[in-house]
């Protein structure tokens, strides 16, 4: 079975803080994902990862970094959290080529 | 740019029905398409992946088509059960991306 993990399920913090989400997949993929989810925007593409250290900016990706440093394990960086970006957040991993997407459980992120 | 949409936004049937949730892609130049089912405050599960020379795929009582030329497919759930309540998504892949609809919110009534 694939797993996808993520550090947290439910995560508070405070306007100005830094925050990391952990997303770990154990299936050697080389593709890896952070989306955010929100009421009537759906998902929206932050960043993604196509190989170890590699990274592309999706749609969304202002006030956010990531960092991935060994294959199975992306992160994303909120460098300093602002109360918009209270969200879900999904990590995924894909194959580099062909095959299925494969979402974590997600984080609920409240800024307050 | 690529826009997924799905049609209805929200059902609700009576246990044991048959039906089918549709979603439009305006560009068919896709790789393949996705069906993710997503539960309340959950991450997406994968249910089917069609490539783009497929033109159908099954899994238990779910069966996704896909028709490229004309930017549709269809999802049909065959004898509806309540624990099938949730909302459904598709997403078309070009390139490394992925395209989400809005999704299809189910609820099956026992």
């Known amino acids: 079975d694939v797993k996808v993990t993520q550090s947290s399920r439910y995560l508070v913090k405070r306007t100005g803080e830094k925050v990391f989400l952990e997303c770990v997949q154990d299936?050697?993929?080389?593709?890896m994902f952070w989306y955010r989810q929100d009421p009537g925007l759906g998902l929206r593409l932050i960043y993604f990862s196509y190989d170890v250290k590699m990274k592309e900016k999706g749609d969304i990706p202002e006030g956010y970094s990531v960092s991935r440093e060994k294959k199975e394990r992306f992160s994303l960086i909120l460098e300093s959290a602002s109360t918009n970006q209270t969200s879900m957040y999904l990590c995924a991993s894909r194959p580099k080529w062909a095959g299925e997407q494969y979402f974590g459980p997600g984080t609920r992120l409240t800024v307050t | 740019k690529q826009e997924v949409t799905q049609i209805p936004a929200a059902l609700s049937v009576p246990e044991g029905e048959n039906l089918v949730l549709n979603c439009s892609f305006t560009?068919?130049?896709?790789?393949?398409l996705q069906w993710f089912r997503q539960d309340p405050g959950k991450g997406l599960t994968s249910l089917l992946l069609?490539?783009?020379?497929?033109r159908e795929q099954t899994s238990g009582r779910l069966n996704a088509s896909l028709d490229k030329s004309s930017g549709r497919s269809t999802l049909y759930i065959a004898a509806s059960q309540p624990g099938d309540s949730a909302t459904y998504l598709c997403?078309?892949?070009?390139?490394?991306?992925?395209?989400f609809g809005e999704g299809t919110q189910l609820t099956v009534n026992p």
């Open positions: 069609i490539q783009s020379s497929q």
């Open positions: 299936m050697d993929h080389e593709n």
């Open positions: 997403a078309v892949r070009r390139g490394s991306r992925l395209t």
């Open positions: 560009d068919s130049a896709i790789y393949n």
